[in-house]
């Protein structure tokens, strides 16, 4: 099978397309045939070395897949060949086919189809980690999410909406009317605004209730002024560095919580409590018309490298879709 492997680290001209031996599947997985995956920041990152994932015989980044099963281990039980499917992985995605998990695999909801789904996963699931199985985000409380139009973001806005929360974004000028048009009450262009200060004008001065944050850097001590008393900032990435100074003394007071999450190195047990739960509480919202995943490009596998690049540049709203195999439509 063609896979993407990092045979050395560094910028996009390291991404290689070769062939690989086709995965075999475990007990209780399953192999798919990869119809799309998609980019997170984690692949920018281990293509330059600093975010290693899991051992396999060939390193093959990407997080995150849709596709059809193609073969089944002897004990699974939740699928069957042909089943349309969408999923989080540690690594691998950026291959024609990957054995997973039964129970870390969801099915593709019918109003967004199988070459779309892969858009789902990573970002929807990190989303509702952090706004509410982390940040304890309810109905009518309000959240402030950073980088509104990312993958993240634009996930995080949908979410919010859907559990009747507000939701302040932040965001560059070219990129808030996007997240205006996907349900977010403010959108503050972080390059001319204080976020602090509109977060307080917004809240009556009361702060918000969750920060999801992906910036790190200046922005953690800001959040924490942001915050109402008893809140939560979760910390999910550090794009502008995790190396910060904060005021411990102002948590005391707010008795506020600093919790740091990822995805990736969680143990397989709780990978799929964490996407059942998911699929149970947030999926159905998909066919329901409440939330839609948010495309920005799509490239072929063999561009990998000019994906990788686009979203390098910060110019994406949404998600980079990666179409590894042609749709049923595309194959008539």
């Avoid at 950026?94 to 970002?123: C, F, K, N, T, W």
């Avoid at 540049?313 to 008539?332: F, H, R, S």
Wanted: glycine share 12%.
């Amino acid at each position: 099978m063609r896979a993407v492997v990092l045979e050395s680290y560094g910028g996009p001209e390291v991404l290689t397309v070769r062939e690989v031996p086709d995965p075999v599947p475990g007990p209780e997985e399953v192999v798919v045939e990869v119809v799309a995956t998609a980019l997170n920041r984690a692949d920018l990152l281990q293509r330059r070395g600093r975010y290693p994932g899991p051992p396999m015989a060939y390193e093959i980044p990407g997080m995150e897949l849709s596709g059809r099963v193609s073969a089944l281990g002897e004990r699974v039980s939740m699928w069957r060949p042909g089943d349309e499917v969408m999923g989080i992985v540690g690594g691998g995605a950026y291959a024609e086919r990957i054995a997973v998990h039964e129970r870390q695999l969801m099915a593709v909801p019918r109003s967004v189809g199988v070459a779309d789904a892969a858009a789902i996963p990573e970002v929807w699931i990190t989303a509702y980690d952090a706004l509410v199985s982390q940040g304890g985000l309810t109905s009518g409380r309000t959240a402030l999410v950073h980088a509104g139009a990312s993958g993240v973001g634009t996930a995080a806005i949908q979410i919010a909406k859907a559990i009747g929360a507000r939701v302040i974004v932040t965001a560059s000028a070219g990129k808030l009317a996007s997240c205006l048009e996907l349900g977010a009450d403010a959108a503050v262009d972080y390059r001319s605004e204080d976020f602090v200060a509109r977060c307080g004008e917004l809240t009556g001065g009361s702060g918000v209730d969750v920060v999801l944050d992906v910036i790190g850097g200046d922005y953690v001590s800001r959040n924490l002024e942001a915050l109402r008393t008893g809140g939560r900032i979760v910390q999910v990435g550090v794009m502008a560095g995790g190396v910060v100074q904060l005021d411990v003394g102002k948590m005391l007071p707010k008795r506020a919580s600093l919790i740091g999450t990822v995805l990736r190195p969680r143990p397989l047990e709780e990978k799929i409590g964490l996407t059942r739960r998911f699929a149970a509480e947030i999926l159905p919202l998909f066919d329901e018309g409440r939330c839609r995943p948010v495309i920005d490009s799509r490239f072929p596998l063999s561009e990998i490298a000019a994906a990788h690049e686009r979203m390098e540049a910060n110019a994406n709203v949404g998600k980079i879709v990666i179409d590894v195999a042609p749709t049923l439509d595309d194959q008539a």
